[in-house]
C-alpha cells in the first residue's frame, strides 16, 4: 500500500528545494492522441515534424517506453523575472522571452528534480523513477492539467488557477501508486485576446497553434534562413516571443520571482542588439554558454538580431551588419544583405 503522507513530504520538500507547486497525475493513455495526430498531419509541428511523428506512439501512452510507470509527480515552476513594459528593461532583455532570461532552464529544474527523486527514493526504497524537463516524449502539459496544475488556455499554455502561465514544466516519474490529483476546469471563458493580439496568426483557433507561423519556432527552432516575410513578422523578437501571455487577463496580476535562477543574467544586462551581431563564434560561445541561446546558437541568434535590427530601424545593430557580409556562416551573410536592403527600402 502507499504510505498515505508521502505526497505531503515529497510537496515539503519541493518547497525547500524551490520547486514550483506538485501535482500527482495517473499514468495512462494520453486524452489528445487524435488531437495530436490531426495537429501533426495539417503540418503544424514544421520542422519538428519527423522527430515528433516518430516518437508519437510513446507519446500518447508512457507505458509503452516505461511499463513500470504508475503516477507522474509534476512540477509547475513559475519564472516571472520582472513585471511591467519588458521595453523599457536595458540590453538584449526586451529581446528575448521571459523564460530565456535566467540560466538554461532545463539545468536548472532538472537538478531541482532529480534532488526530488532522491528523497523519493529515500521514502520509497525500490522505487523505480526518471526525471524529465521537457525533453523525451512525453506530452507535459497534458500531465500537469491531469495532476491539477492548470488547464490548457487557448494558446496551448498551462495556466494556474488564478495565474499565472509564466510556468515551466518538469515530471518524475514512478512506479508508485500515488493518489492523483483533481483536475481542474477551463477558465479561458469567452476570452480570446492571446488569439487576437498573436504578431502572426500563429493561434489559428482556440489550442491550435501553427509552428510555421510561430515567433518562438521561428527564433530557436529554425536552423536555416526565414522565410520570406518572416523577418518583418519576427518584430522585435530575438528570441522566442511572449505575447500570447502578457495579454493573459490571467497574468495581469503575476508577481516575479525572487529566484536568481531565473533572473537576467549580466550577459544579456550589457549585451545590446549591436553588440550581439559583433559576436564571433568563440565570443558567443563564452558569453551564452550555459544560457537558452545554446539551442539557436550564433547562426539562430545573429539571423534573428538581423531581422530585428531592421525592424527597429537600429542605426547602431545595423552598422554591425555591414561587416557580417563577409561572415564565415553563409545564413548569417545572407540575412545581413537582406536586413540591410530592406533597413535602405530596397526591398
Not at 506512439?57 to 523575472?81: E, G, N
Not at 502539459?141 to 488547464?151: F, H, I, K, Q, V
Request: proline letters at 7%; aromatic letters at 8%; hydrophobic letters at 40%.
Amino acid at each position: 500500500m502507499p504510505d498515505p503522507g508521502l505526497a505531503g513530504r515529497l510537496r515539503q520538500r519541493a518547497a525547500e528545494l524551490r520547486l514550483g507547486p506538485l501535482g500527482f497525475a495517473r499514468i495512462g493513455p494520453s486524452d489528445h492522441a487524435d488531437v495530436l495526430k490531426r495537429w501533426l498531419a495539417r503540418g503544424h509541428a514544421a520542422g519538428m515534424t519527423w522527430w515528433m511523428e516518430r516518437t508519437a506512439k510513446d507519446s500518447v501512452d508512457l507505458r509503452r517506453r516505461f511499463p513500470w510507470a504508475r503516477t507522474a509527480i509534476v512540477t509547475a515552476q513559475p519564472y516571472l523575472p520582472y513585471r511591467g513594459d519588458r521595453r523599457a528593461q536595458g540590453g538584449l532583455v526586451p529581446f528575448v522571452a521571459r523564460y530565456a532570461l535566467g540560466k538554461d532552464y532545463h539545468a536548472t529544474l532538472l537538478g531541482r528534480l532529480e534532488a526530488l527523486e532522491t528523497f523519493l527514493k529515500r521514502e520509497a526504497p525500490g522505487v523505480e523513477s526518471r526525471a524529465y524537463v521537457d525533453t523525451g516524449a512525453i506530452l507535459e502539459r497534458e500531465l500537469a492539467a491531469r495532476a491539477g496544475l492548470g488547464w490548457f488556455g487557448k494558446n496551448t499554455n498551462l495556466i494556474r488557477e488564478g495565474g499565472p502561465s509564466w510556468l515551466l514544466l518538469g515530471e518524475i516519474l514512478t512506479s508508485l501508486d500515488l493518489e492523483p490529483s483533481t483536475p481542474v476546469g477551463d477558465h479561458c471563458g469567452t476570452c480570446t485576446a492571446c488569439i487576437d493580439d498573436c504578431p502572426t496568426g500563429a493561434i489559428l483557433e482556440p489550442y491550435v497553434v501553427d509552428s510555421n507561423r510561430c515567433i518562438s519556432y521561428l527564433t530557436i527552432e529554425l536552423k536555416d534562413r526565414l522565410p520570406e516575410g518572416d523577418a518583418e513578422r519576427l518584430g522585435d523578437w530575438v528570441f522566442g516571443c511572449d505575447v500570447c501571455q502578457e495579454v493573459c487577463p490571467w497574468n495581469d496580476k503575476a508577481d516575479p520571482v525572487d529566484d536568481p535562477a531565473f533572473l537576467p543574467g549580466e550577459a544579456l544586462r550589457r549585451t545590446d542588439l549591436a553588440d550581439l551581431l559583433r559576436l564571433d563564434e568563440p565570443a558567443f560561445e563564452a558569453r551564452f554558454a550555459g544560457t537558452p541561446f545554446e539551442r539557436p546558437g550564433r547562426r539562430g541568434m545573429l539571423r534573428s538580431g538581423l531581422a530585428v535590427a531592421a525592424n527597429t530601424r537600429d542605426e547602431a545593430a545595423l552598422h554591425a551588419a555591414e561587416a557580417l557580409l563577409d561572415d564565415a556562416d553563409p545564413v548569417v551573410r545572407a540575412e545581413a544583405a537582406a536586413a540591410l536592403r530592406r533597413a535602405r527600402g530596397e526591398g
